[in-house]
């Protein structure tokens, strides 16, 4: 970050845990002093020389050229992803998918190959199965879950593996640090989108992935105000050299005020996510026992298919976010979404708003019924991000929609 004129007062942060991170990472105030982090709305900055602006573009000196290659806030706030997630780089995006197309696309070439788990939010099952193809990008989807054949898959050579877990909708856990393993031997680039399990829960970095990417509109906002994504690595070479000037000349840029409205987020997002995750246990354990339930997917719950792999990858927590299917199908779930009261329908997530929808006729609609299948949902199938309300009041919302 180019420095301000009090940058000496900066103080050492190296030893600092997580949840102060959250709060002071990367905080860098102005000569006035100011207790919030400052906002600098401004497209460009003017320089004391025409030689100066000629060092600034070359590199031989720090300075901001252009809000869509930096910004003072913007800085602050990959400073702050950064350390929180204890990644050496961070790179902001206007959303969360600007992040994992920049992510991908910035990375592989034609001729290329990538093995993705088939259970995917639907725009990242997209753009790895129509547009990156375009491109002359091999892909290959395999089941998530199954190391055999992610093994399979990959005893062949690929550029990338692209991963999310838990998956959206279905919470499938993919083995992060196997993957990696068999991915790396593939000589491939692991790459785990992160926003479901949120940088509170899980750091893929730590289990052998080489890029994180968010959605911080999801919990690092977690409060329904602005879109905004992110890349994280430790790769200097891969975020310097090859994603830095994919986003600087294709112009997936953060605002200034997004970026500022994801700082004030991730002061509280260890305090939120924590209640969100206890209010979804509870929630899911009450789905469990109603009858019009024909089965509820939950990592935290003892039942899921995953759920040992879950708590040591998520931090003994089962995350935010509930799954069930309803007896009935489509017509059914319509019926229960509707009687609700409480719970809002819509198709964001991580909020501190308790939010419910219906993937197979929203987020994953594009995709064709088997592709739908694939990635566990079914016309009945039901994705409920869980918020921070009195969960009695939300579990009462619940009973006497099914009732």
Not at 214 to 226: E, F, L, N, V
Not at 334 to 340: A, D, E, R
Request: glycine share 8%.
């Amino acid at each position: 970050m180019p420095q301000s004129s009090n940058s000496s007062n900066k103080p050492d942060t190296s030893s600092w845990r997580p949840a102060t991170q959250q709060v002071r990472g990367g905080l860098e105030r102005t000569p006035y002093g100011e207790t919030s982090e400052a906002l600098f709305l401004t497209s460009g900055y003017v320089y004391d020389s025409a030689e100066q602006a000629e060092r600034s573009f070359t590199g031989e000196e720090d300075h901001y050229v252009y809000s869509r290659y930096g910004n003072p806030t913007l800085s602050i706030f990959e400073e702050r992803l950064a350390a929180v997630e204890g990644a050496k780089f961070c790179k902001g995006t206007s959303s969360g998918m600007a992040a994992v197309f920049a992510a991908l696309a910035a990375h592989l070439k034609t001729g290329d190959r990538i093995v993705a788990a088939s259970a995917l939010f639907g725009a990242c099952y997209h753009v790895i199965n129509a547009i990156l193809p375009r491109w002359g990008i091999t892909a290959e989807f395999v089941d998530g879950t199954d190391l055999n054949a992610w093994a399979k898959a990959l005893s062949t050579p690929a550029q990338a593996v692209f991963l999310e877990t838990p998956s959206n909708p279905a919470l499938s856990i993919t083995d992060i640090a196997a993957v990696s393993d068999l991915a790396h031997k593939a000589g491939a680039l692991v790459v785990v989108d992160n926003a479901f399990a949120s940088t509170v829960l899980q750091h893929p970095l730590e289990l052998g992935a080489d890029v994180v990417t968010y959605s911080a509109t999801k919990h690092i906002d977690g409060q329904g105000r602005s879109l905004g994504g992110a890349i994280l690595s430790n790769n200097e070479d891969y975020m310097e050299n090859t994603v830095a000037p994919f986003l600087r000349q294709t112009g997936p840029s953060l605002s200034p005020f997004n970026a500022w409205v994801l700082l004030k987020g991730l002061e509280t997002v260890e305090l939120r996510v924590t209640r969100q995750c206890d209010n979804a246990l509870a929630v899911a354990e009450f789905l469990s026992s109603q009858d019009a339930i024909e089965q509820v997917m939950y990592p935290g719950l003892a039942s899921h298919p995953q759920h040992d792999l879950a708590m040591k990858q998520m931090s003994g927590r089962g995350g935010t976010i509930v799954a069930f299917n309803v007896k009935g199908g489509k017509n059914a779930a319509f019926k229960i979404m509707n009687k609700l009261s409480i719970i809002d329908i819509s198709n964001n997530l991580g909020d501190v708003k308790s939010l419910i929808t219906h993937p197979a006729t929203t987020t994953h609609q594009k995709m064709t019924v088997d592709e739908q299948l694939a990635a566990g949902i079914t016309a009945g199938t039901i994705r409920l991000s869980v918020g921070i309300e009195d969960v009695r009041d939300l579990i009462d919302d619940l009973a006497q929609a099914l009732a």
